[in-house]
């Protein structure tokens, strides 16, 4: 059965800390819906109604050209163990980028990536859980390596050239910061 909460409980809390990967959803409203896999202790918990999470460079950069137009995001974790939950938060996005104020403050609550690339912060106004009795279990074996061993090869300014040919724009034309 569904529930609804204005707030993350203690209880959610506690459960999106335990996964080792979430969901991002994200759209304009001429726009491709954009869903992305997240992991790599990206995430935190800031308070009841505020989540931030680590964006690290990827192949495109929809979220971000998204969220400049429309805020609105979707988070989804799902369990993959024995007890089947499916949790989402709903609310609005701003990104923080490495020249604004808060990155100071939030950066250093992450593992070091030398790929990151913005920072979202999300004001939550509802939380939804689900049975997720469909879901089927899988067994967490380990972190990937590759995507924080191609960010170090390539360097700083090797991701800067990248963010500038590869995360100008969404896949509809709509620029990022980076534009």
């Known amino acids: 059965m569904s529930q609804l909460y204005k707030t993350i409980t ?15 959803a994200t759209a304009t409203a001429d726009s491709r819906i954009n ?3 997240k992991g790599m202790d990206s995430l935190r918990v800031v308070n009841p109604n505020r989540v931030i999470w680590l964006n690290l460079t990827g192949s495109g950069n929809e979220t971000a050209a998204h969220v400049q137009e429309n805020p609105r995001m979707t988070l989804m974790f799902n369990s993959f163990d024995d007890k089947p939950l499916i949790l989402r938060l709903y609310g609005t996005a701003k990104t923080i980028h490495d020249d604004d ?4 403050l939030f ?8 790929g990151a690339r913005q920072i979202f912060d999300l004001k939550i106004d509802l939380v939804q ?5 469909a879901v ?8 990937r390596e590759q995507l924080n061993n191609w960010a170090e090869k390539k360097g700083k300014d090797g991701i800067k050239a990248y963010w500038k040919e590869k995360n100008n724009v969404s896949l509809d034309g709509k620029p990022t910061r980076f534009s």
């Not at 104020?101 to 100071?104: E, F, I, L, V, Y």
């Not at 859980?129 to 009795?133: D, F, I, L, R």
């Not at 089927?136 to 972190?143: C, I, K, N, Q, W």
């Open 10 to 24: 203690p209880k959610i809390q506690q459960f999106i800390e335990n996964q080792k990967m979430f969901f991002v």
């Open 129 to 133: 859980t689900s049975c997720g009795t």
């Open 136 to 143: 089927p279990l899988y067994e967490f074996v380990g972190e």
């Open 101 to 104: 104020t808060d990155w100071k």
């Open 35 to 37: 869903l992305s896999p």
């Open 107 to 114: 950066f250093p609550l992450f593992p070091s990536h030398p």
